[in-house]
């Protein structure tokens, strides 16, 4: 996949992520309701929306970092050892800064 291509799959998730974390922003932003119970539903509701924002902002911001990368020149490169990242690694996870022999020494 050229790096044109691989862009444009980040950019589309990008795209992807900020226009879901806008409607989980807006749901969390919806007055709760009256009821007690109703509102502990809500509020358990809103923890797990809480949670998937959190893991999409992050994701965000690992696209954001792999796109800086595309700009700089460094894409495809391993952030710790300098190696290539293997074309399959990238396919599976576009935003990877790390290659599989680094990404299994950090995890």
Do not use: F
Request: aromatic content about 2%; charged content about 30%.
């Amino acid at each position: 996949m050229d790096l044109s291509t691989r862009k444009q799959a980040l950019e589309a998730r990008r795209a992807e992520l900020t226009g879901h974390l806008s409607e989980v922003e807006h749901t969390l932003d919806a007055p709760m309701p009256q009821d007690w119970e109703d509102r502990a539903s809500e509020r358990q509701g809103d923890e797990v929306l809480e949670s998937l924002g959190n893991a999409e902002l992050d994701e965000l911001r690992r696209i954001d970092a792999a796109l800086d990368r595309i700009k700089a020149g460094t894409y495809g490169l391993c952030a710790a050892c300098g190696e290539r990242i293997s074309e399959a690694r990238l396919d599976l996870l576009p935003a990877a800064p790390l290659c599989k022999t680094c990404a299994a020494a950090a995890g």
